[in-house]
C-alpha cells in the first residue's frame, strides 16, 4: 500500500510541476506581449478577417455578435469549436469576391471544336449563351442541362464553358444522392454539422460566380430522409436562388451568380417541376463517320502517348477504325472504343517491350488476334421479305436498329379473330399490336381486305430475336403493314423499312430517334425509309 501511495505522488508531483512551469511560460510571454490567450488569437483573427475583406452587413453584424459570444465560452467548452467552426465558414465564404468573366467568342468556338467534334447544335447554344453573358454580365441566364446517352460528351463541353469564360469550376456528382441535407446543410444543434454540399464547393472555389457542375441529375434518390431534388428546385430557380437559405449558416447566400450546368441521361427521370427550371440540350448519340472522325482526332492520339507509343510504331488506318466502332463497340457514345483503342496500344506496347519489331500497321485481319472474336454481329436482315414480314425501325441506348415483324395466321382454333403477340414485348408494344389489328378490322373496306376474312382469321405477331426486351409506339405502322401484307398475300416492296405510331382511325402519330433510326438502315442496306409526316421537321 505504501509503495502504491508513493508512485501516485510522484506521478502527482510531476504532473503538477510540468502544469506549473507551462502556466509560468504562458504568463511571461504575455507580460512581454509575445503571447495572447487563445480565445483573444481567434477574436482578433476574425475581427481582422473583417477589416481584410469586404462582406454584406448581415454578414458583418452577425460576426461580430458571434466573436462576443465567443469570448463568454471557456475554450474547453465542447462548444467552443463548434461556434468556431461557424465563425470560420462565415468569414471564409466568398461572399463579395467575384472572378471576372474573360469571354472571348472566337476563342471559346476554337476551344468548343478542338475538344467536341459534331454537336454543333450544342455548341452553337453554348456560344449563344456566352455572347447573352459578354453582352450583358448581370444577365442570370438559363441554367442549361445537356441530355444524351453515355459517353457523347456532357461533362466535358461543360467543362469548356468554364474554361472558355475564365471562371473556377467544381463538380458534384447526384448520383444516388439521397440526403437533402447534402443541398440543404444540417441545423448547427447537431455534432459535426457542415453546410451543403453547393456552399462547400464554392469556398472551395473561392469566388461566389464558379460554374458548377451538377452531373447525373437524374439519378436522384429518394428516400425517408428527404428528397434532394425537391431541395434542388429553390437552388436552380433563377427567381428564388439569390438569397438560398442553407440550413448551416442561417443567412441567405446570392446564387444568382453562380453557373449550374447539369447533366443527365434520361430526361423522363428527372421530376417535372426540377426539368421545368432547367434548358434541355439534347445530344444525340454520334453516327459512324463522326465517331471515325473522333478516333482520328482525339482518342488515337491521346492513347499513344499515354502507352509511350507513336505514329512509326502503331498506324490505325479509317476502315480499321470503323470495323472496331461496328464489331467491338456497339454504344452511342465513344467510351467503349476509347478501351478497345486503349487495349490495342497495350497489346503493341508489350510487343515492342519484348523487343519484337512488329509492322506499325494494324490490318482488318489482325483485330482478331488483339480485340478477340468479334462482339456484335449485325444479323442478317430479310432486305426481300416474305409474304407477313415487314421492317421496322428502332431507337435503342446504342442508336438504332432495323426490326423484322413476323406475322403468320395459326389457323383458326379456337378463338376466331384473335391476335397473339411474342417477342418479350413492352406494356406500350403490346398495345400497338391490338391497335393495328382493330384498326383493320374498322378499315377493312377502304383497304381492300375481306371483313368476313379477317373476323374469321387468327392472327400471330412475332419480333425477333425474342429474348430481347422491346418496348416504345412507333413500331405500329410495321405491325400493322405486316399483318395486311399476311391478309392479302402479297410481300412488302424490298429494301423498304417504316415507322410511325398508329392510332385505332389509322392515322400516323410522329416518334423520335429519326437521325438514328435513319442511318441504322443505311448502315443495314435499306434504301427507302417511310416516317411520319409529322416527322418531315
Not at 461566389?208 to 430522409?225: A, C, M, Y
Not at 376474312?453 to 412507333?474: M, T
Not at 389509322?506 to 423520335?512: K, M, P, S, W, Y
Request: proline content about 5%; hydrophobic content about 35%.
Amino acid at each position: 500500500g505504501d509503495r502504491i501511495q508513493a508512485e501516485i505522488r510522484e506521478k502527482i508531483e510531476e504532473q503538477q510541476k510540468e502544469y506549473f512551469l507551462r502556466e509560468q511560460i504562458k504568463i511571461i510571454r504575455r507580460e512581454l506581449g509575445e503571447e495572447k490567450d487563445a480565445s483573444e488569437q481567434d477574436r482578433d483573427y476574425f475581427l481582422g478577417k473583417l477589416d481584410e475583406n469586404e462582406y454584406p452587413e448581415e454578414v458583418d453584424t452577425k460576426v461580430r455578435a458571434e466573436v462576443d459570444r465567443l469570448g463568454m465560452i471557456p475554450t474547453m467548452s465542447p462548444e467552443y469549436p463548434m461556434a468556431r467552426n461557424y465563425l470560420e465558414w462565415l468569414v471564409e465564404l466568398p461572399w463579395c469576391l467575384s472572378s471576372e468573366d474573360n469571354i472571348d467568342i472566337a476563342k471559346a468556338e476554337k476551344l468548343l471544336d478542338r475538344d467536341h467534334y459534331g454537336l454543333s447544335d450544342a455548341k452553337e447554344r453554348i456560344l449563344e449563351f456566352l455572347g447573352v453573358r459578354k453582352m450583358r454580365p448581370e444577365h442570370s441566364g438559363a441554367i442549361l442541362c445537356f441530355s444524351g446517352p453515355p459517353g457523347v460528351g456532357k461533362t466535358s463541353l461543360a467543362m469548356a464553358i468554364a474554361q472558355s469564360m475564365g471562371r473556377k469550376l467544381e463538380r458534384m456528382s447526384l448520383g444516388g444522392m439521397r440526403d437533402e441535407a447534402e443541398i440543404k446543410g444540417h441545423r448547427r444543434t447537431y455534432v459535426g454539422a457542415l453546410p451543403g454540399r453547393i456552399l462547400q464547393m464554392i469556398r472551395r472555389a473561392g469566388t461566389n460566380n464558379p460554374v458548377i457542375v451538377l452531373d447525373e441529375v437524374d439519378k436522384l434518390g429518394k428516400d425517408f430522409r428527404g428528397d434532394p431534388s425537391s431541395a434542388l428546385l429553390e437552388v436552380l430557380d433563377p427567381a428564388q436562388n439569390h438569397a438560398f437559405l442553407d440550413f448551416f449558416m442561417d443567412i441567405p447566400f446570392d446564387f444568382s451568380r453562380v453557373m449550374f450546368v447539369a447533366t443527365a441521361n434520361v430526361l423522363h427521370q428527372i421530376p417535372a417541376p426540377l426539368r421545368d427550371r432547367m434548358e434541355i440540350i439534347e445530344l444525340s448519340g454520334y453516327v459512324t463517320q463522326e465517331k471515325v472522325q473522333i478516333a482520328r482526332r482525339h482518342l488515337l492520339p491521346r492513347q499513344l502517348k499515354e502507352h509511350g507509343l507513336d505514329a512509326k510504331r502503331l498506324k490505325v488506318s479509317s476502315p480499321v477504325v470503323r470495323q472496331v466502332i461496328q464489331e467491338y463497340t456497339r454504344e452511342a457514345g465513344v467510351r467503349g472504343l476509347d478501351k478497345a483503342l486503349a487495349s490495342l496500344c497495350r497489346k503493341r506496347t508489350l510487343e515492342v517491350a519484348r523487343r519484337k519489331r512488329p509492322r506499325p500497321e494494324i490490318k482488318k485481319t489482325d483485330l482478331v488476334k488483339y480485340l478477340g472474336q468479334p462482339k456484335f454481329y449485325d444479323d442478317p436482315i430479310r432486305l426481300r421479305p416474305s409474304v407477313g414480314v415487314a421492317l421496322g425501325l428502332a431507337y435503342t441506348g446504342y442508336g438504332g436498329d432495323v426490326l423484322e415483324v413476323e406475322c403468320v395466321s395459326p389457323g383458326k382454333g379456337q378463338a376466331q379473330g384473335r391476335v397473339a403477340y411474342t417477342g418479350s414485348l413492352g406494356d406500350v408494344m403490346s398495345e400497338s399490336c391490338r391497335i393495328a389489328h382493330s384498326c383493320l378490322r374498322a378499315l377493312a373496306g377502304s383497304l381492300g381486305l375481306d371483313e368476313k376474312k379477317l373476323e374469321r382469321q387468327n392472327l400471330h405477331v412475332h419480333f425477333p430475336a425474342g429474348a430481347v426486351p422491346k418496348d416504345g409506339p412507333s413500331a405500329g405502322i410495321a405491325i400493322a403493314t405486316a399483318m395486311i401484307s399476311q391478309l392479302t398475300g402479297k410481300p412488302m416492296k424490298s429494301k423498304v423499312a417504316m415507322t410511325g405510331e398508329i392510332t385505332l382511325t389509322g392515322e400516323v402519330l410522329a416518334i423520335g430517334g429519326v437521325r438514328e433510326k435513319v442511318l441504322a438502315a443505311k448502315r443495314l442496306g435499306i434504301k427507302t425509309v417511310l416516317l411520319p409526316e409529322e416527322n418531315i421537321r
